[in-house]
């Protein structure tokens, strides 16, 4: 019998890895959270005197698990003693990533051009809102899908869905994931300045549609069309006791089984047919959920009841995973030795200590307001925070 195959999950392949992280809200903290899922070594900057602004209600729930496996160090970064402090830890870090809007790492003496200067082989990951005239202002979510160029079809038939966050989950967080992890992959790579842009990010999500639609005809027909709801075969349908079935047979052979096993022969040549749709509404209502999941038990329909919260949390595993380990329960490899979400600043004085900064040093620096441990005096009011954001 062969030896069990080797997997690297368990013993966290980027545990390599020092990432200084000076990201705040939520696309840029959570990619950093996921490289320390995988082992990474996370030091979270925070600028005094509140830090990242996710830890105040009603978001600290959000913060606890961006935040897990990271250590806090509480910096003023008005001064010229955190700003020291941040370049010692860049010149012995792998990666960099900031996202505050651009000019505004330059301006504290932290950008690029001064980082690499101390360390060559510097990945610095810039995670920029908007590429273009509107570099200069702030955004979130709802303002990078405005301006990518797709936001039209994120609002198709006056219905969108604001139940997660699309430009800043796609745009924010994966698709500069996956930049970075290219980079980092190369092994003969160097230093260099990766800046990745939210809105342009965005645009992954209607790729394919927006490639079919450009080099489309105008007799062609259009992929994509037939799977923006207006065609029978991929919808979601309400059934008769309010709960909802999905159907997405857009092959002909999965389309053609789902009409026979509901005796409607008739719309076999109807796949296409936008009027075909309320007929098809008009079936579903028929019976409750349950009854269609049971019809198309072993067989493939592509037609499945779409699960309710409740009814997940109780049968599969969700209530542990989340409970213990919430990366785990969207497919990432668990790691349960990752610490909680730290404190502000809960970490300064170790890691500044490890720096070879010696005690005196940090009671005075504590002292004046420009770093800050839980336990060691609040910082000072002239430590004041940036108000740039994204």
Sequence with gaps: MPGELWNDEQEHPVRHLRVIDMTVMLPAPYLTRLLAQYG????????????????????????????????SVALNLRSKEGVSVVRQLASEADIFVENLREGVMDGFGLGYAELSEENPDLIYCSLRGFRGKNAV????????????????????????????????????????????????????????????????????L????????????????????????????????????????????????????????????????????????????????????????????????????????????????????LSTDPLSWCGFAPNLSLCPAPNLGTDTFSVMHSLGIDHKQIAEWMQAGHIYQPDGGKPSEAAKPPTDGQ
């Design 40 to 71: 990474a070594d996370v030091v979270k900057i925070e600028n005094l005197p509140s830090g990242d602004p996710l830890r105040q209600p009603p978001y600290h729930k959000v913060f606890e698990v961006l935040n897990q496996g990271k250590r």
């Design 137 to 204: 202002h702030s955004g979130h979510d709802l303002n990078f899908i405005a301006v990518s160029g797709c936001g039209e079809w994120f609002l198709e038939n006056g219905n969108p869905n604001y139940s997660t966050l699309y430009g800043d989950m796609i745009g924010g967080t994966f698709v500069p994931l996956i930049q970075l992890l290219f980079h980092v992959a190369n092994p003969d790579r160097r230093g260099m300045q990766l800046v990745s842009y939210i809105d342009e990010n965005f645009r992954a």
């Design 206 to 321: 209607y790729l394919p549609r927006v490639y079919e639609l450009f080099r489309a005809g105008p007799h062609q027909t259009l992929a994509f069309q037939q799977m923006n709801g207006s065609r029978p075969h991929s919808r979601f349908y309400r059934c008769r006791d309010g709960l909802w079935i999905s159907l997405n047979a857009i092959q002909k052979k999965h389309w053609d089984l789902f009409c026979t096993v509901v005796d409607r022969e008739a719309w076999k040549e109807r796949m296409d047919d936008p009027t075909l749709v309320s007929e098809v509404e008009k079936l579903f209502a028929d019976a409750p959920a349950t009854y269609w999941e049971a019809l198309s038990a072993n067989r493939e329909l592509c037609l499945f009841r779409v699960i309710p919260w409740d009814e997940h949390l109780i049968s599969t595993t969700a209530a542990p995973q």
